[in-house]
């Protein structure tokens, strides 16, 4: 079946550090990946997404690149806040021609940004 | 757009009780997804509909979950005879089947507690 592994957390920053999550997916069919953030006492949002092979997805200065060769979607960021501290979630849905676009989660990283 | 609501945001509900809970997508979106997220997982998915049509079930919806989309405008997710083992976040998004990629909105969710 489709799965999305993520690197475990907690990932602990100081402000203006580079960071790296990892995802990696396993998929039945050509995937399109997502990340989304879930801030503390806040839904799920979408953050970026990429839906096909070398897409770069990039948000509030994020990004993601889409990498079929590795099955990588690895989420970077050149300078961290205080304020992106958050959940961060990798994200797949198979693109099988059908309408249920359901996703497949990964487990999701806790980041926290120290001052 | 007001987002995706959900109703109630907490419950609380002895065991073997019935619960009921509401999700409003975002206007025009034909697309509705519930999921379920438990502490420390990412959300993983329930079901689905299309419109008013419910098109897939998990396997981890059984006997006791039922939802309606009725008129394919908001859905209601029930559970009955609840046990302890359905404490979890429920979540719901919605999304419309214009371009060529499923992009999920999500709601704020709906936090059961059974005890």
């Known amino acids: 079946g489709d799965s999305v592994t993520q690197m475990e957390g907690p990932v602990t920053l100081s402000e203006e550090a580079f960071l790296t999550i990892n995802c990696t997916y396993t998929a039945t069919g050509y995937p399109s990946l997502f990340w989304y953030v879930q801030y503390p006492g806040e839904g799920l949002q979408l953050l970026l997404k990429a839906t096909k092979a070398d897409d770069k997805g990039s948000n509030k200065g994020f990004e993601a690149t889409y990498r079929k060769e590795t099955t990588s979607f690895h989420l970077e960021k050149g300078s961290v806040q205080v304020s992106d501290s958050a959940v961060y979630f990798c994200?797949?849905?198979?693109?099988?021609?059908?309408?249920?676009?359901?996703?497949?989660f990964g487990k999701g990283t806790l980041l926290t940004v120290n001052p | 757009d007001t987002g995706v609501s959900q109703d109630p945001r907490h419950k609380i509900t002895k065991r073997g009780q019935n619960v009921t809970f509401r999700c409003d997508p975002i206007?025009?979106?034909?697309?509705l997804y519930w999921y379920r997220q438990t502490l420390g997982q990412g959300p993983e998915f329930l079901t689905y509909f299309q419109n008013e049509a419910q098109l897939e079930k998990s396997r981890l919806l059984s006997d006791r979950f039922s939802a309606e989309r009725p008129k394919g405008s908001f859905s209601t997710l029930e559970i009955q005879r609840t046990e302890q083992g359905d404490s979890a976040m429920y979540l719901c998004a919605s999304s419309n089947d214009r371009g060529l990629t499923d992009t999920q909105y999500f709601g704020p969710g709906t936090r059961l507690t059974v005890l």
């Open positions: 994200a797949l849905t198979i693109n099988s021609g059908g309408s249920n676009y359901k996703l497949t």
């Open positions: 206007s025009e979106h034909n697309r």
